[in-house]
């Protein structure tokens, strides 16, 4: 119970990763058991934990896909067993028992796998053996194990899936199919919307297919550097692979003699991919006249630099199996 209220208040005191692999794990076990009274007991104990806490399992504080494939597999199982689910339960269910607040479902969850935790829900909250038993009901059991379903394999498709970015199409290109750098940088100043993955994505993809003209080439890099340094918790595996293969494709074993490249002196990042991308309206060079000069920009050794320093970062967020790493940042 401690385990399981912590990783729902966002602040784990384990590896959410092991305590949730063992929570899909001993749900398995229970539906082994399904036949017998303690079965039935903990298969409704923990499908409310796993309703409980399918939302963090998705948040992409957990970069894990073998854990969402776990739940999606005892939930799918779950909604076998109880179908087809039919309530007949005449005054419904009790909406007081279960209610929005998760670590309060942990601890009715965790209660309701034993005996002797049904005796505490109805010693503490004053709440009827038949009450409880409501609680058993195949068709509330199935709702909740729909609900966590949808959580679940909506996280699937927005963790590791393939993102559709080609809306962003609209807004990114002119006529020609020349991008337009303003309306980018426009779209990662918008950092309340979320857009910084993104527009991640949809750069690496044009870098990806070639779709990048050669004087295209470094704005559309160091947009993509751009993202990365900006996000701080990590993106998702559906982003940040596609970004990663793009930065793979630099030389990254180029060499050159330049002791600094401009990107290293930047103080204003909109401003150098505007000015090396539309000089004419943004004339005013971001970095010192000894390192505005195009070549410099368009380096290989420059290249290497931003490539290896977002590879670097991506290697991180990859690193790590919970990217908020324990500091409890909030749902």
Not at 136 to 160: M, N, Q, W, Y
Not at 183 to 206: F, H, K, Y
Request: with cysteine; hydrophobic share 40%; net charge negative.
């Amino acid at each position: 119970m401690s385990d399981l209220s912590g990783i729902v208040c966002d602040y784990p005191s384990e590896d959410p990763a092991v305590v949730l692999t063992g929570l899909a794990a001993d749900t398995s076990g229970a539906l082994t058991r399904h036949g017998t009274p303690a079965g039935r007991r903990e298969l409704t104990g923990y499908t409310v934990l796993l309703h409980a806490t399918s939302w963090y399992a998705t948040s992409g504080r957990i970069l894990n896909r073998p854990l969402l494939d776990a739940y999606a597999d005892v939930l799918n199982r779950i909604r076998a067993t109880f179908a087809p689910a039919v309530c007949r339960c005449a005054l419904g269910h009790p909406s007081d028992i279960l209610s929005d607040d998760r670590e309060h479902m942990v601890e009715f969850g965790v209660s309701l796998l034993t005996t002797a935790g049904r005796e505490i829900i109805s010693a503490d909250y004053g709440v009827e053996d038949n009450d409880i038993a409501v609680l058993d009901c195949p068709a509330f059991l199935s709702d909740l194990a729909d609900t966590a379903k949808e959580v679940v394999h909506g996280g699937i498709e927005r963790l590791f899936g393939e993102i559709d970015v080609s809306h962003l199409d609209a807004a990114f290109l002119r006529n020609g199919g020349r991008i337009e750098f303003t309306a980018v940088q426009d779209a990662l100043s918008r950092t309340w919307e979320d857009n910084a993955g993104p527009v991640g994505l949809w750069c690496a993809r044009r870098w990806l297919a070639g779709q990048v003209n050669k004087d295209e080439r470094i704005g559309v890099m160091l947009c993509m550097r751009m993202v990365i340094q900006n996000s701080y918790e990590g993106l998702p595996p559906s982003y940040s692979r596609v970004m990663q293969a793009a930065l793979k494709t630099v030389d990254l074993n180029a060499a050159c003699s330049h002791p600094i490249h401009p990107w290293s002196a930047v103080a204003d990042r909109r401003a150098a991919v505007l000015h090396l991308c539309a000089p004419a309206e943004h004339p005013d060079s971001p970095v010192p006249p000894e390192l505005s000069a195009r070549e410099l920009w368009e380096c290989p050794g420059q290249y290497l630099e931003l490539a290896r320093a977002g590879l670097r970062t991506i290697s991180r967020w990859n690193s790590k199996t919970t990217p908020t790493a324990f500091e409890g940042t909030g749902p």
